[in-house]
């Protein structure tokens, strides 16, 4: 009997083949793979079950069983994975979820001390929504944000600027003051989320922790460092860096990451629009060129003429380079309609993309937001009672 639970089985979606135990399956005995009904898919012939189902949904329908969570496929729109829930009867084993496993009751890993307060910290500093307290930090990080910015865009203006070169002038100190504090709030959110994050290694790697790196490391590098005509055009770099801190706002706001999500999607759209727009800027540039050749003082090369192109197919039109030959405006009335159907086409295919990303994600996060609170549940029920013991 042991070894009849532990056999293989062969799962065929629509022609892809997957093979899992079948005790992994019986272990939800409820939902359709786990129970008798899958002997209705049966195929003796080829010794598997065979199911003409979603394939893409399928591989992440096996990892529920296999782990204990269900993720929503980003690829997948979300109303055909809801529906291969339901066929699988997936959502009824979610309702029914309880923590016994072949009869012995799941053993839960007590957590260090370190741990918890880690991962409190952690949620604390960047789920705004956790409690009232992360909010307000939330709110404080984007004030500091606002903050450096608009001391950098101060410091330019040409009377502040005059007065803040002296390091002596009143000004100078405010704005160094200003920007000190601004970036020992950064290093100390940036070191706290790195000494706390769950996986070190995605920490380190992520964008948006590199990014905030380089935000605040104008500021020490121009701290140990003296103006000199050897070092001055690297010093203008580094100053010019500190606009990154800007990005810091991506990371605080939910939609500014979705859109950043849906142009990583839409990247063959996107390069599909950047062809199309560097193929009609040439082929317009060139032919307004031989058409203005001569007659028009703006236009004394294809490149100039590219520009006059990127301009009207933007449809921003600057007017400083315009044709003026009859022909040379037949071909500003084409490249006007031809820069609406460019432009339509492919945003077109962008927006439904953000469409189903943002319901896909949608679903994503409800379903990681009822696991972390499970998790909170079975921590708080550990530290009550004391660790489980199997029986």
């Given at each position: 009997m042991q070894h009849w639970r532990h056999k293989k089985v062969k799962l065929n979606i629509c022609g892809l083949l997957f093979e899992t135990y079948k005790c992994t399956l019986q272990e939800y005995p409820q939902t359709l793979l786990g129970s008798s009904e899958l002997d209705n898919y049966y195929d003796p012939n080829k010794n598997e079950y065979f199911f003409?189902?979603?394939?893409?949904?399928?591989?992440?329908?096996?990892?529920?069983?296999?782990?204990?969570?269900?993720?929503?496929?980003?690829?997948?729109?979300?109303?055909?994975?809801?529906?291969?829930?339901?066929?699988?009867?997936?959502?009824?084993?979610?309702?029914?979820?309880?923590?016994?496993?072949n009869g012995t009751k799941k053993v839960v890993a007590k957590k260090t001390k370190w741990e918890k307060v880690s991962n409190k910290v952690w949620k604390f500093l960047n789920n705004p929504k956790s409690s009232k307290a992360a909010t307000v930090w939330a709110w404080l990080d984007i004030a500091f944000i606002m903050v450096s910015v608009t001391c950098l865009i101060v410091e330019t203006l040409p009377e502040i600027k005059s007065m803040a070169s002296d390091n002596s002038s009143r000004e100078y100190k405010i704005l160094f003051?200003?920007?000190?504090?601004?970036?020992?709030?950064?290093?100390?959110?940036?070191?706290?989320?790195?000494?706390?994050?769950?996986?070190?290694?995605?920490?380190?790697?992520?964008?948006?922790?590199?990014?905030?790196?380089?935000?605040?490391?104008?500021?020490?590098?121009?701290?140990?460092?003296?103006?000199?005509?050897?070092?001055?055009?690297?010093?203008?770099?580094?100053?010019?860096?500190?606009?990154?801190?800007?990005?810091?706002?991506?990371?605080?706001?939910?939609?500014?990451?979705?859109?950043?999500?849906?142009?990583?999607?839409?990247?063959?759209?996107?390069?599909?629009?950047?062809?199309?727009?560097?193929?009609?800027?040439?082929?317009?540039?060139?032919f307004l060129y031989y058409a203005e050749n001569g007659k028009n003082d703006n236009i004394t090369s294809i490149l100039g003429a590219c520009w006059w192109?990127?301009?009207?197919?933007?449809?921003?039109?600057?007017?400083?380079?315009?044709?003026?030959?009859?022909?040379?405006?037949?071909i500003g009335t084409v490249v006007v309609f031809l820069s609406m159907i460019f432009l339509?086409?492919?945003?077109?295919?962008?927006?439904?993309?953000?469409?189903?990303?943002?319901?896909?994600?949608?679903?994503?996060?409800?379903?990681?937001?009822?696991?972390?609170?499970?998790?909170?549940?079975?921590?708080?029920?550990?530290?009550?009672?004391?660790?489980?013991?199997?029986?």
């Open positions: 003409d189902r979603n394939r893409e949904s399928f591989s992440y329908i096996l990892n529920f069983y296999q782990t204990g969570r269900l993720y929503a496929p980003s690829h997948v729109p979300p109303d055909i994975f809801e529906a291969e829930r339901e066929f699988y009867k997936i959502n009824l084993a979610l309702r029914q979820k309880t923590a016994t496993q003051t200003l920007d000190t504090i601004c970036v020992g709030f950064f290093t100390f959110d940036l070191i706290s989320r790195g000494a706390t994050a769950p996986d070190k290694k995605e920490f380190l790697t992520s964008l948006m922790s590199w990014l905030d790196f380089l935000a605040i490391l104008p500021y020490f590098v121009l701290l140990f460092t003296k103006e000199s005509n050897n070092t001055i055009e690297i010093l203008r770099v580094l100053r010019l860096a500190r606009v990154l801190r800007v990005f810091k706002l991506v990371r605080r706001s939910k939609k500014l990451l979705l859109i950043a999500h849906v142009m990583k999607k839409s990247t063959s759209e996107l390069s599909l629009l950047v062809m199309v727009w560097l193929m009609a800027v040439v082929v317009f540039g060139s192109a990127v301009a009207t197919m933007s449809t921003v039109g600057y007017g400083d380079v315009y044709p003026q030959t009859t022909w040379g405006k037949v339509a086409l492919p945003l077109t295919i962008i927006v439904s993309t953000f469409s189903k990303t943002y319901r896909a994600r949608k679903c994503l996060t409800a379903d990681n937001n009822e696991d972390e609170d499970e998790d909170e549940e079975e921590e708080e029920k550990d530290d009550t009672n004391g660790p489980v013991s199997a029986t």
